[in-house]
């Protein structure tokens, strides 16, 4: 039992050494810079430019016309069902079971229909998104090359508690978006 703890003990001292020895190394030969980052707020930006109240017109003209197209469908299924209780008495039970079925299917048909409106329009926003914030990106992109800044932040999306406001570069780039004529 001895020398099982010995053993440990000078494993561990020589484990210790090894790091001790790799940090004081690693530490004379490595200098550290500085990180010089910013900040944008996106949604200003995107306010700023006037992008955002395009898209979100866009985004509604699209969700309009899914919900009408949904509601004439939904209106064509009541209409249905109405005249199957409607007729249900004179029917036969074969004729009962195949308007059910059918029934049925037209209403999954529905839902499949509301799920696959709800995914174009989601994609569509999605499209939207990526071709408002290509520019955004590259002008972001250009303003911390001439800084010489190494990271850029969205700040109402970063968990940053606190940021010094010399760091916000939301006006320059509003200010490259109306230069480039990107509003």
Known sequence: MMQYKTACNHTVLH??????????????????EPVRMGYVDMPRILEA?????????ET???VAAARAKLEAEQQAIIKEQQEYKR???????????????????????YQQMATDMQNDITRQKMQLVQKIMEPVQKIIAGIA???????????????LLFVDDSMDLT?????????????
Do not use: C, H, P, Y
């Not at 059910?100 to 209403?107: C, D, I, V």
């Open 171 to 183: 006006d320059r780039v509003i200010e490259r978006m109306k230069k480039s004529g990107q509003k």
């Open 60 to 62: 509604r003209q699209a």
């Open 87 to 109: 007729d249900e008495a004179i029917m036969s039970e074969s004729q009962r079971s195949a308007k059910q079925q059918a029934l049925q299917a037209r209403m999954q048909a």
């Open 145 to 159: 090359k001439e800084e010489g800044l190494n990271a850029i932040f969205e700040r109402t999306e970063s968990a």
């Open 15 to 32: 484990t210790l050494f090894r790091f001790m020895l790799l940090f004081s190394l690693s530490g004379t030969a490595i200098a550290i």
């Open 49 to 57: 430019s006037g992008v955002a109240k395009e898209s979100e017109a």
